[in-house]
């Protein structure tokens, strides 16, 4: 089946500190990654994404490949602003399927401190 | 512009009321979602129309019902409901069901 893994949070660092956040999938087809971000009392937001191997997806400082060797999707930025506390969730959806679900991972709680 | 947007941004209703949640997207997309968020936790999708036709229900229990009158809006139809339904509805669209989802902003209810 599908499913996506994160590494257990919450993670707390200092400002200007590197940031990763792995994420591991299964997938029965051929799935496109996502992350999304989740600031406090809002939506999900598309933060960055990749379709197929050896893809880099990047925005706002952010990037993950897409390894399809290891199955995985980790999430890196190397200097983290407070700014950037949030909830960060991997995500997937296989190709292969013809229902457009979504499977999410548990999601990581990042804070960021001055 | 993947904006979408939903009203109202907050609902508090009685267990016997019936309110309805609303959803819209301008981006010609033709797939859109309803999902349910508990704190702390992602997303749980709860129903997928792709060309304005139910195509996925998660047995989600039938005091929720789901209308999409046309392709831009999305409406969630509340019944009877109970404590346990409080939570963040998000709602979702994507230019075909395997694309890329792009959220809405959700709408906080609460059950008392």
């Known amino acids: 089946g599908n499913s996506v893994t994160q590494m257990e949070g919450p993670v707390t660092l200092s400002e200007e500190a590197f940031l990763t956040i792995n994420c591991t999938y299964t997938a029965t087809g051929y799935p496109s990654l996502f992350w999304y971000v989740q600031y406090p009392g809002e939506g999900l937001q598309l933060l960055l994404k990749?379709?197929?191997?050896?893809d880099k997806g990047s925005n706002k400082g952010f990037e993950a490949t897409y390894r399809k060797e290891t199955t995985s999707f980790h999430l890196e930025k190397g200097s983290v602003q407070v700014s950037d506390s949030a909830v960060y969730f991997c995500?997937?959806?296989?190709?292969?399927?013809?229902?457009?679900?979504?499977?999410f991972g548990r999601g990581t709680q990042l804070t960021v401190w001055p | 512009d993947t904006e979408v947007t939903q009203t109202p941004k907050h609902l508090v209703m009685g267990m016997t009321n019936k309110k309805s949640l609303k959803c819209e997207q301008h981006m010609g997309h033709r797939a859109m979602y309803w999902y349910k968020q508990k704190a702390k936790k992602p997303p749980e999708l709860m129903f997928v129309?792709?060309?304005?036709?139910?195509?996925i229900n998660e047995s989600v229990p039938s005091r929720f019902s789901p209308e999409c009158p046309n392709s831009s809006l999305l409406n969630l139809h509340l019944h009877a409901l109970q404590p346990e339904d409080s939570a963040l509805y998000l709602c979702?669209?994507?230019?075909?069901?395997?694309?890329?989802?792009?959220f809405g902003p959700g709408t906080r209810l609460t059950v008392l």
């Open positions: 990749a379709t197929k191997a050896d």
């Open positions: 129309y792709s060309y304005e036709k139910l195509s």
């Open positions: 979702a669209s994507s230019p075909t069901l395997l694309d890329t989802q792009y």
């Open positions: 995500a997937l959806i296989d190709r292969g399927s013809t229902l457009g679900r979504l499977y």
